[in-house]
């Protein structure tokens, strides 16, 4: 009788919509993602969706503002949007799932360091998570850029019936002191669940992309209309987290990591790399031809 492989949580990745999993590989053995030659097609779409963002608006730096008027009631020198109460419970909604997926990703990367073998979620899935989780939201968009970048929001620039000059999105001298404009934090919370919903399986995994997708755009139109960015904070926040999770996905699926660990076995005693233990799996692929990529079965992946 055949051995059932460990971690069997059992998962359809077929076709998909989201073009950062355009043409999967798939090996039986490994129960695990290989993505082709889409991926590099797709990680060169987000760097050129970021570089057309970044000329228009250096060039027409206006065209911020221009954006931000639409909101900006004249007559009462507000943002009349930032006190409804309905857009008020929906970014504060918002706000509760991102910390509620934040304690399950924590929990999932606790309870995988402390049972290994036991717990039934791979290694590289609850890796996956947990660094695009602290490398976007947390480290680069709240840890670096909002904290150094000293662009001014909105409401906070003379246009607006602030006291600080407006500043174009590349220059970070302006008088903002700390949780500044750019880039979007909650912005890149919401555009964060792609990383989850990348993971559901076949039909359910377009159900879940068309919903963040709708999700991110509500919470960054919000952050417009509540004067708390600008166009291009929200934009940059949306391209950056994808960037992460492009990044992410391709280092968690992609990666040989048997050679990695052997470095690593030489260069450090301590075989803390077996806790997420993703070689057992890698190593099975390499004798095991690829599968086509219509529907597989996968054990619990990122």
């Not at 129960?31 to 970021?50: D, Y």
């Not at 899935?125 to 947990?130: C, K, Y």
């Amino acid at each position: 009788m055949r051995a059932q492989p460990r971690e069997s949580w059992s998962l359809d990745f077929g076709t998909t919509i989201w073009p950062i999993l355009e043409k999967p590989v798939w090996t039986e053995a490994s129960g695990l993602p290989t993505l082709g030659v889409g991926v590099r097609r797709q990680g060169l779409l987000i760097a050129v969706l970021a570089t057309i963002v970044a000329v228009l608006f250096a060039v027409a730096p206006q065209l911020d503002l221009q954006l931000s008027h639409l909101f900006f009631d004249e007559a009462t020198h507000r943002f009349p949007v930032a006190s409804d109460p309905l857009a008020r419970w929906v970014r504060a909604t918002s706000m509760w799932v991102f910390t509620g997926f934040a304690v399950c990703v924590a929990a999932a990367a606790v309870a995988k360091l402390a049972f290994p073998r036991r717990f039934p979620i791979p290694g590289r899935v609850v890796a996956f998570l947990a660094l695009t989780l602290v490398l976007g939201p947390g480290l680069m968009v709240n840890g670096l850029l909002k904290e150094h970048w000293s662009r001014p929001r909105p409401g906070e620039v003379v246009e607006f019936g602030g006291s600080l000059p407006f500043m174009p999105w590349w220059d970070p001298r302006g008088g903002c002191e700390q949780n500044c404009s750019f880039v979007s934090g909650e912005t890149s919370q919401a555009t964060w669940a792609v990383a989850p919903a990348l993971l559901m399986p076949g039909g359910l995994r377009i159900v879940a992309l068309s919903t963040v997708g709708i999700f991110t755009a509500v919470i960054g139109a919000l952050r417009l209309a509540f004067g708390g960015h600008f166009a291009s904070d929200v934009l940059f926040a949306v391209l950056l987290t994808l960037g992460v999770i492009w990044a992410a996905y391709a280092l968690a699926f992609r990666t040989d990591w048997h050679r990695a660990r052997s470095l690593l076995d030489r260069a450090w005693r301590f075989r803390w790399f077996d806790v997420f233990d993703p070689v057992e799996i890698v190593s099975r692929s390499h004798s095991v031809t690829a599968m086509p990529s219509g529907t597989v079965r996968l054990n619990s992946n990122s």
